[in-house]
């Protein structure tokens, strides 16, 4: 079997290494890029939301948000309905910084597709989206302290 998993994360390795260089000059430190775009992109969104979109547990989101919080990217407002939600939203010092992390993103994805052509990124990015659902749940179930069966197999 063809190890794609190993490509795909040298690839993800790779570019959040160059994008946290990138944008270390900016007060971003470790993947606050990502908390950051997440937010712009999604005004309001909660916490655990995030975490899940971002594919990490809710202690290391807590972290990146109180410190995007304490640089001035971001503001948590509590929710009018429920006082319990506080809802997270890009400052006015963040929404400076989006356009530049989109900037990065694209120039990214021009550079990692160059050599391919309009129709394999289509298929590629189709592909990978049937990836990502495939691990969705996967990755929710784990996170609720289900285990996968493999080793079961090992016991038979």
Same mark, same amino acid.
């Given at each position: 079997?063809? &190890?794609?998993?190993?490509?795909?994360? %040298?690839?993800?390795? %790779?570019? &959040? *290494?160059?994008?946290?260089?990138?944008?270390? &000059?900016?007060?971003?430190?470790?993947?606050?890029?990502?908390? $950051?775009?997440?937010?712009?992109?999604?005004?309001?969104?909660?916490?655990? @939301? $995030? #975490?899940?979109?971002?594919?990490?547990?809710?202690?290391? +989101? #807590?972290?990146?948000?109180? @410190?995007?919080?304490?640089?001035?990217?971001?503001?948590?407002?509590?929710?009018?309905?429920?006082?319990?939600?506080?809802?997270?939203?890009?400052? /006015?010092?963040?929404? /400076?910084? +989006?356009?530049?992390? @989109?900037? /990065?993103?694209?120039?990214?994805?021009?550079? %990692?597709? !160059?050599? $391919?052509? /309009? !129709?394999?990124?289509? +298929?590629? *990015?189709?592909?990978?989206? @049937?990836?990502?659902?495939?691990?969705?749940?996967?990755?929710?179930?784990? =996170?609720?302290?289900?285990?996968?069966?493999?080793?079961?197999?090992? =016991?038979?």
């Amino acid at each position: 079997m063809i &190890d794609v998993l190993r490509d795909i994360g %040298a690839i993800a390795r %790779a570019l &959040d *290494s160059i994008a946290n260089i990138e944008f270390k &000059d900016f007060q971003l430190s470790k993947g606050q890029y990502l908390y $950051l775009i997440r937010i712009s992109e999604n005004p309001g969104i909660i916490p655990d @939301k $995030l #975490a899940e979109m971002i594919k990490v547990d809710r202690t290391t +989101a #807590a972290r990146a948000i109180k @410190k995007l919080e304490e640089k001035g990217f971001i503001k948590k407002k509590t929710d009018v309905e429920n006082k319990k939600i506080r809802r997270l939203f890009i400052t /006015e010092k963040g929404a /400076e910084l +989006a356009p530049i992390i @989109k900037l /990065e993103n694209d120039y990214s994805n021009q550079i %990692a597709l !160059q050599q $391919l052509s /309009e !129709q394999e990124i289509a +298929a590629f *990015s189709q592909t990978l989206k @049937k990836v990502v659902a495939n691990i969705d749940d996967e990755w929710l179930s784990v =996170k609720k302290g289900n285990k996968w069966p493999y080793l079961e197999k090992t =016991k038979e």
